[in-house]
């Protein structure tokens, strides 16, 4: 067995570490943030500082495949959830009205989704975390650098430790970074004398404009969870203990949606999309709360056949992260962890061999969805800019985005399509294994030929026009 460092204690790093321990290591989170969590859900979500996790209190999705973790993995936190008042949402229940087969499939509990605030995620994780054994949470604590040993490669730095800012050093025979999209691993290695790691990066050019509300009963789905119109997304999510919250996504730079932060501006967008207006009839429990540049971000650990580090393995948003308007970033990275703890448990007595498995299931079973994020947030971005400037959206770009839309064409119209769809956007199934399924998508295509709708979006969602929201936002 082994002594593990964890470098963050937000959700992917404690589950991270509550799996090692239980297979026996002896793991220490090591947390920034200083406060630790308060006894209650209330408590957490009005006065938990978290300044590490900068959308502790932004909109958060959990879906089927996080679900399908904590029952199989982490059953304890899983039951902090029911226990605690988490509601689930069926994606099933919000098929669309088009289509008329209601008929139940093999599967279709998959399909279930948890819904909660993310400061009440934290918290059930953090109480079930206290009590596994070989597990020790240090907060307050700030990494500063990494501490390099004997190499197990030639070249190739060997991570030993770490050192923090307090001067403490802390030695291990496995370091994990789960530090989340701040970082700054990638700039200690570079700093070790070896070759960097590679990272790309970019920033879709969104801002989200958030709002939670409490009520007597959850509101009803007459749409879906996220809504394109024109020039705004609309997202729509319940949360725990009678709350939920709604989104409106903008481009960041749409000047005029600026006045979205108004509370009172804000409402009345809201008050104007029908299918949604009735989410607003609640009792506001914040203020409109913006958020921008969300950055897409990749990096790779082995490069040109070669780890750049090994003894450090990054896990979840330290490895990729993406825009949150489609809620994948929980939903991947604790897949992303239940994947490191079974590469630790295969390699951990080889470093160099232990960094490139990770590497190779990272890469095949993850990055995809890095990947289609990415591309749907460039055609997304397009399409608003097409629509604020007065022009049509341009046509996808290459065969993946083109398959993309043949796929959505059907979605809406026929309830396996749609199943399929699901279950690759609640990250059950690569988005490549949909979208190269050549007899599903030669489906999706008869369907929406044969509904006279061709490729593409097969209506137009109600909601306000661009020129009804300039109005709107203007007076």
Not at 115 to 139: G, S
Not at 357 to 372: G, I, N, Q, W
Not at 401 to 412: I, K, M, T
Request: aromatic share 8%.
């Amino acid at each position: 067995m082994a002594e593990v460092l964890v470098l963050g204690g937000a959700v992917c790093g404690l589950a991270t570490a509550m799996m090692l321990a239980r297979d026996g290591h002896d793991v220490t989170v090591l947390e920034r943030d200083a406060a630790d969590v308060p006894d209650t859900v209330d408590a957490a979500w009005s006065s938990w500082e978290r300044k590490g996790v900068p959308q502790f209190r932004q909109a958060h999705v959990l879906f089927p495949r996080f679900r399908k973790h904590l029952e199989e993995e982490l059953p304890d936190v899983n039951e902090a959830f029911l226990a605690n008042g988490v509601n689930q949402l069926s994606f099933l229940g919000i098929m669309p009205p088009m289509i008329t087969d209601r008929s139940p499939r093999p599967g279709d509990d998959k399909l279930v989704s948890l819904c909660a605030r993310r400061p009440f995620m934290d918290w059930a994780v953090t109480h079930a975390a206290r009590d596994v054994p070989r597990l020790t949470i240090r907060r307050g604590v700030q990494v500063t650098e990494l501490v390099t040993g004997t190499s197990a490669v030639d070249s190739v730095p060997h991570v030993v430790g770490v050192r923090t800012a307090g001067g403490e050093e802390l030695g291990a025979d496995l370091v994990v970074d789960a530090m989340g999209r701040r970082s700054k691993t990638v700039e200690w290695i570079g700093g070790l004398g070896g070759p960097p790691p590679y990272e790309e990066a970019e920033e879709p050019g969104f801002t989200y404009y958030s709002r939670y509300f409490r009520g007597d009963a959850l509101p009803q789905y007459m749409g879906p969870v996220g809504m394109e119109l024109g020039t705004i997304t609309v997202l729509t999510f319940w949360c725990d203990n009678g709350t939920w919250g709604m989104v409106l996504n903008t481009s960041s730079g749409d000047q005029p949606l600026k006045q979205l932060r108004k509370n009172d501006v804000w409402m009345s967008v809201m008050r104007s999309c029908p299918l949604q207006a009735h989410w607003a009839d609640g009792e506001p429990i914040t203020d409109v709360m913006p958020m921008s540049g969300q950055m897409d971000k990749y990096r790779r650990f082995v490069v040109d056949g070669k780890p750049v580090v090994t003894g450090l393995l990054a896990v979840a948003d330290a490895w990729a992260c993406t825009n949150p308007s489609a809620g994948r970033g929980l939903s991947v990275g604790l897949g992303h962890a239940v994947a490191l703890r079974d590469t630790v448990r295969k390699h951990l007595g080889s470093p160099v061999e232990l960094a490139h498995a990770f590497d190779a299931v990272t890469e095949e079973e993850f990055k995809p969805f890095y990947y289609d994020q990415v591309q749907a947030d460039r055609a997304r971005v397009a399409a608003m800019d097409a629509n604020r400037e007065g022009r049509e959206p341009p046509p996808p770009k290459g065969e993946y985005a083109q398959r993309r839309v043949d796929l959505f064409a059907g979605v809406p119209l026929d309830p396996d399509i749609f199943r399929s769809a699901m279950s690759w956007l609640s990250c059950l199934v690569r988005p490549d294994k949909i979208l190269w399924d050549e007899e599903l998508l030669e489906r999706s295509r008869k369907v929406a030929e044969d509904a006279g709708v061709g490729a593409g979006p097969p209506m137009q969602m109600p909601g306000p026009t661009r020129e009804q929201l300039l109005e709107i936002v203007g007076g």
